[in-house]
């Protein structure tokens, strides 16, 4: 059975840093793109960040660019987001997803592209 664990969020003030880590087991997925999406109270499910299968690009929302930093982890089937200079409008319920096929080149922004999804981890950044 394929589960995804988010870890990391918790109550911050403006401007500092979170680390939110994703593991995937059940399964090797090492292979396809990983992602992770956020939602806010009230707001539909938004793309943050993805890593692409080979760890050789990566893809960012423009309110994250510069900011947020997405990586492989030295763990197997393990992906990162590192998050600089939080504001509070990144307050939300962070999502790590992965993929299970190799149809796409490149990651999608699309949450309906990836097959397996955490339960989310809480980010709450305070003015």
């Known amino acids: 059975q394929v589960q995804v664990a988010e870890s990391g969020g918790g109550l911050v003030q403006a401007g500092d840093s979170l680390r939110l880590s994703c593991a995937v087991s059940?399964?090797?997925?090492?292979?396809?793109?990983k992602a992770w999406f956020r939602q806010a109270p009230g707001g539909e499910r938004e793309f943050v960040a993805a890593?692409?299968?080979?760890?050789?690009?990566?893809y960012y929302a423009d309110s994250v660019k510069g900011r947020f930093t997405i990586s492989k982890g030295n763990a197997k089937d393990t992906v990162y987001l590192q998050m600089n200079s939080l504001k509070p409008e990144d307050t939300a319920v962070y999502y790590c997803?992965?993929?299970?096929?190799?149809?796409?080149?490149?990651?999608?922004?699309?949450?309906?592209?990836?097959?397996?999804w955490g339960q989310g981890t809480q980010v709450t950044v305070s003015s």
């Open positions: 059940g399964r090797t997925f090492s292979s396809y793109h």
């Open positions: 997803a992965t993929a299970d096929n190799r149809n796409r080149n490149n990651p999608s922004r699309a949450p309906e592209a990836y097959a397996y």
């Open positions: 890593l692409k299968w080979s760890g050789t690009a990566t």
